[in-house]
């Protein structure tokens, strides 16, 4: 996506060849900076500290990850303890997995001296094939948005959308997001409710600032809002990501996604999510019972980070003593959606239609 002017992907190899570059999520939307990932400890701390994050991004920085690894040292103990490392860095996003599997398939078999290379170019087709993917996902995307804008008139389609599945999830485009910036490209009037997403608030500091820049209109909203847009008529569709769906379509994805589907069911809206098929997971069916949710610091509900004039400053929110809980995902389970938006097309959230993905 362009910012001030300039095109930007999330990740991207520096021409020197020998380190990789990404975009500091954690300074968004105050400061945007880049940061510079020279080994594989780089890109492990940059997943686990949501210097990046979102399953597509973090699968592409993984890629990467094990390119570095493997210019460091191409051996098998040094590719396997990438592997690892890597895998050891977030539980839930499937995408990490099977960027991992995808490396560890493509450097194995090759003799060492020819792994580095191999990996810095499988890493680039990981980038270069999410961009295509999500720009597939966005043009899917678009015709259901252009549906529903064929009964609003001149009025806004107005979606509500949860976390940040946007360009900055993933190398661009986003998932949720490029149908969105598919539409108002093409001039179809849009509006989009933006759950700030506590506690990192992915909705305030990131969706926000992407719709922003790309001038796509919307309004952050606390997370407890949508229920009460969606009873008062003020939601056409929610659009959200997935870090993990199931073989049989339950979605995994940012706390607070399955609240947002119960009150779009009992409203009788249409509940969409946008994927990327790297990102079912056929091993799994249940995912209530067998997605594993990640427990983060309780510190990321209890301080948050603002600005102060150009000062940028952390406060602590809660009183002294008091315990935080902080599961970071939950799962909505298939019954819930309404459509699973893919490269391949849209298709309803069940076990036949994703069998028949592949
Ligand atoms: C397109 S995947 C985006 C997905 O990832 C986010 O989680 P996190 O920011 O913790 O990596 C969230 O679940 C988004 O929907």
């Not at 969105?180 to 608030?201: C, Q, S």
Request: glycine residues 8%; aromatic residues 6%.
């Amino acid at each position: 996506m362009k910012v001030d002017g300039r095109a930007y992907r999330t990740i991207w190899p520096d021409p020197d060849g020998e380190s990789v570059i990404i975009l500091d999520q954690t300074l968004f939307p105050h400061r945007f900076e880049t940061a510079r990932l020279t080994v594989v400890e780089d890109a492990a701390r940059a997943i686990s500290d949501m210097l990046v994050r979102g399953a597509p991004l973090i699968g592409a920085t993984a890629a990467y990850g094990m390119a570095l690894a493997m210019r460091a040292d191409a051996s098998d103990t040094a590719l396997a303890k990438a592997y690892e490392q890597l895998h050891a860095t977030r539980p839930t996003a499937i995408n990490l997995r099977w960027a991992l599997d995808r490396m560890h398939a493509v450097l194995r078999p090759l003799p060492q001296g020819d792994r580095a290379e191999a990996a810095w170019e499988e890493a680039a087709r990981v980038c270069d094939e999410d961009v295509a993917i999500n720009s597939a996902i966005g043009d899917n995307g678009l015709a259901i948005i252009r549906d529903i804008a064929a009964k609003k008139g001149s009025a806004p389609v107005n979606i509500l959308t949860h976390c940040n599945a946007g360009w900055l999830a993933t190398v661009d485009w986003g998932t949720a997001t490029a149908p969105i910036y598919k539409a108002h490209d093409a001039g179809i009037p849009v509006h989009v409710w933006v759950d700030e997403t506590r506690p990192r608030n992915q909705g305030a500091f990131l969706t926000a600032w992407e719709l922003g820049r790309h001038g796509v209109p919307h309004t952050v909203i606390v997370d407890n809002a949508g229920g009460h847009l969606m009873q008062h008529g003020d939601v056409d569709m929610v659009i959200v990501g997935t870090d993990r769906t199931t073989a049989r379509g339950d979605v995994c994805n940012k706390i607070g996604t399955y609240l947002k589907a119960l009150a779009a069911k009992d409203n009788g809206i249409p509940f969409y999510v946008a994927l990327p098929t790297p990102t079912i997971d056929h091993r799994v069916h249940d995912g209530i019972a067998e997605i594993p949710i990640e427990d983060r610091s309780q510190d990321e509900v209890r301080f948050i980070s603002g600005r102060s004039g150009e000062a940028v400053t952390r406060v602590d929110l809660l009183p002294p003593g008091s315990a935080a809980a902080n599961p970071s995902f939950d799962v909505t389970p298939a019954r819930l959606v309404t459509a699973l938006v893919t490269e391949k097309g849209v298709i309803p959230a069940t076990a036949e239609a994703i069998a028949a993905l592949s």
